[in-house]
């Protein structure tokens, strides 16, 4: 079983819908937890960290459940520049990043 | 703002070669990691330095070696090469005490033929 897992999808959206990516991770010392973008055979972008009291950039909000070590990440009204792959990331201990395999997402006009 | 660079960003190599790949992490980062995606993969953690003394090591096979030198920049030398050695090499860097988040470079890609 991966430390962290996701949904791999992938998610076919029209513009302006809403979508949830959940994750789960197995171990319960993870420290932090990070969204990143990833584009097709592009680096790995910080979308946002993810903190237990949720947080919310423009479109984009983080929730962070620790007692069911669960991350989701909610994008509203999506735009087609949206589409792209999602990956739940999670420290779990000395700054060493755990990938979840990733979730695709292709927002269609 | 200024971003990590890795050069060289393509890479081609036969089996058995050595092949030498370089980051420049953001300014004022004081720690490098090196992780490999395959195709098709997420990507795996590799090593970390931080201040030049190797921090953490990962799934890093035998047949590399990396070092951070006074500058801060990192090389990852691969030797014996493999066809399996073929992905996307990324470099990221933060600024450890405060345990700030990673920023990836552009990465390397590797083929072995």
């Known amino acids: 079983r991966k430390e962290v897992e996701q949904d791999p999808g992938p998610f076919n959206v029209p513009e302006g819908a809403t979508v949830a990516f959940n994750c789960t991770y197995s171990?319960?010392?993870?420290?932090?937890f990070f969204w990143y973008r990833q584009d097709c055979r592009k680096e790995p972008k910080l979308l946002m960290s993810?903190?237990?009291s949720g947080n919310e950039d423009g479109r984009f909000t983080a929730q962070l459940n620790r007692a069911s070590q669960y991350i989701s990440l909610l994008i509203r009204d999506s735009k087609l520049s949206d589409s792209a792959t999602y990956l739940c990331?999670?420290?779990?201990?000395?700054?060493?990043?755990?990938f979840g395999g990733g979730t695709r997402l292709m927002v269609k006009p | 703002a200024a971003g990590v660079i890795q050069s060289p960003r393509h890479l081609i190599k036969e089996k058995r070669e050595t092949a030498t790949l370089k980051c420049y992490p953001i300014?004022?980062?004081?720690?490098v990691y090196w992780y490999q995606q395959g195709p098709g993969q997420d990507p795996q953690f590799l090593i970390s330095?931080?201040?030049?003394?190797?921090?953490d090591k990962g799934s890093i096979p035998d047949r590399f070696s990396a070092q951070q030198f006074s500058d801060y920049h990192s090389e990852l030398n691969m030797s014996s090469l493999e066809l399996g050695d073929s992905a996307l090499y990324f470099c990221?860097?933060?600024?450890?005490?405060?345990?700030?988040?990673?920023?990836f470079g552009p990465g390397t890609r590797l083929l072995v033929l």
């Open positions: 990331v999670v420290n779990t201990g000395g700054n060493m990043l755990t």
């Open positions: 990221a860097s933060s600024l450890r005490r405060i345990q700030e988040t990673q920023y």
């Open positions: 171990n319960s010392a993870s420290q932090s």
């Open positions: 993810v903190y237990s």
């Open positions: 330095f931080y201040e030049k003394m190797q921090s």
């Open positions: 300014p004022r980062h004081d720690t």
